[in-house]
């Protein structure tokens, strides 16, 4: 069994930072991509970062510059560091990371469940 357990959501006001953490356990055996995407009211879930293995990022170009994704392979943790925050960044934000696990030997998406991030203006 895998779990991937986020913290770090929160309420910030427009300009300021957040720190979300999203931490995998369980069986293990290894990790690929891992990402961050959100989901506003009324819109489909976005990815809005991904980082692979190697430390390859990619963004979504509305928070180039202003979110910086990372991961440690030594926690199974990947976090997204969130600056500039603006109404728009309010939603959802879930964690994802593609796993293999010592039972299966095969790769599938495991989601978290979510945290809340709400900027007021």
């Known amino acids: 069994q895998v779990q991937l357990v986020e913290s770090g959501g929160g309420l910030v006001q427009a300009g300021g930072s957040l720190r979300l953490s999203c931490a995998a356990s369980?069986?293990?055996?290894?990790?690929?991509?891992m990402g961050w995407y959100r989901q506003a009211p009324g819109k489909q879930r976005e990815l809005v970062a991904s980082?692979?293995?190697?430390?390859?990022?990619n963004y979504t170009d509305s928070v180039k510059g202003r979110f910086t994704i990372s991961r440690d392979n030594t926690k199974n943790t990947v976090y997204l560091q969130m600056s500039s925050l603006n109404p728009d960044d309010q939603a959802v934000y879930y964690c994802?990371?593609?796993?293999?696990?010592?039972?299966?030997?095969?790769?599938?998406?495991?989601w978290g469940q979510g945290t809340q991030v709400t900027v007021s203006s």
């Open positions: 994802n990371a593609d796993i293999v696990t010592m039972l299966s030997l095969r790769a599938r998406p495991y």
């Open positions: 369980g069986s293990i055996f290894k990790i690929n991509d």
């Open positions: 980082i692979d293995k190697n430390l390859r990022t």
